[in-house]
C-alpha cells in the first residue's frame, strides 16, 4: 500500500491507481467528510458554479468526477438540463451516487458512467455543457484531459470547474497550507478512519495550480478566455472557459 508520505511522488498510472481505491476506501464517509471541512459551504459553491451554465431542458450535460453525485444533483434540482451523466472512476462512490439519485426521483436523469476523463467515451460535440468538482486535481495530466473535453464539448458550450486551488497573495499563500496539512488529516482519521486518504487532500492542493495558471492552461488547449471567480479567500475558484463556436 502508498503511505501519504509518498503520493507526491506518484505518476501515470500509479496515481491513478491509488487514487481510484482510496476513492472507494472512503466513499461511505466522503459526503459527511466535505460538509465538515467546508463547514458545508460545499452546497452553496455548487450553486454558485451552476449560475455559469447554459440551461438547456433537452440537453445533455457532463459531470466528470462525479463522485457521489451533488454537483450532477444541483444542475437537475435547478432544472438547467434534461440529462446528466456522472463520469467517475469510483464505482463505490457511482454506486452511492446511484442510491442518493434514486431517493431524488432522478434515477431516469442521472446516468452514471465509469471511465476515464483522459480518453471519455464519447463522440465529439456530445454535451452542451461540463462540470467538474473537486476533480481536476487528481488529474494525472491535465493537458490531456482538457482536450478530451474540448473535444466532447459542443461549440459554444461551457465547461466549469470548481476546485481547491494554490491560493495567490502572501499571506494566504503561507496560512492556507500550514492549516490545511495540520487539521485535514487529523479531520480524516477521527471521522474516516483514513489518515492517508486525507493526507492526499493538501498534497494534492500544493502540487497543483492556481486559479491563473489553470485559466492559462484552459486558454493555451483552446477554451475562450476562461472566467475566474474566486470564493474562500482563494481558496476555492470557479474557472469557466467556453468552447469556440
Do not use: C
Amino acid at each position: 500500500m502508498f503511505t501519504g508520505v509518498l503520493v507526491v511522488n506518484l505518476r501515470g498510472k500509479d496515481k491513478s491507481r491509488f487514487v481510484s481505491n482510496m476513492f472507494n476506501r472512503i466513499s461511505g464517509r466522503y459526503d459527511l467528510l466535505n460538509t465538515i471541512m467546508t463547514a458545508g459551504m460545499h452546497y452553496s459553491w455548487r450553486k454558485k458554479a451552476t449560475k455559469y451554465l447554459k440551461k438547456s431542458e433537452t440537453g445533455m450535460f457532463l459531470d466528470v468526477a462525479t463522485g457521489t453525485g451533488d454537483f450532477a444533483f444541483e444542475i437537475l434540482n435547478q432544472k438547467i438540463a434534461n440529462k446528466v451523466v456522472g463520469l467517475d472512476f469510483s464505482v463505490e462512490m457511482l454506486n452511492i451516487g446511484q442510491i442518493k439519485s434514486e431517493k431524488r426521483n432522478f434515477d431516469k436523469k442521472f446516468v452514471p458512467v465509469v471511465a476515464d476523463a483522459h480518453e471519455l467515451p464519447f463522440s465529439d460535440n456530445s454535451f452542451e455543457s461540463i462540470t467538474i468538482g473537486f476533480g481536476v486535481r487528481n488529474f494525472v495530466d491535465l493537458s490531456t484531459a482538457l482536450e478530451e473535453l474540448l473535444r466532447v464539448l459542443v461549440p459554444g458550450g461551457n465547461l466549469v470547474i470548481l476546485e481547491i486551488v494554490k491560493p495567490e497573495g502572501k499571506i494566504m499563500s503561507r496560512l492556507f497550507p500550514l492549516y490545511f496539512e495540520k487539521i485535514t488529516p487529523r479531520i480524516g482519521s477521527i471521522f474516516a478512519g483514513d489518515r492517508e486518504a486525507y493526507t492526499y487532500l493538501p498534497q494534492s492542493v500544493s502540487n497543483f495550480l492556481t486559479s491563473t495558471q489553470l485559466a492559462v492552461l484552459m486558454t493555451k488547449k483552446g477554451f475562450k478566455k476562461p472566467v475566474v471567480k474566486k470564493l474562500a479567500f482563494g481558496t476555492v475558484a470557479i474557472v469557466v472557459g467556453q468552447k469556440n463556436e
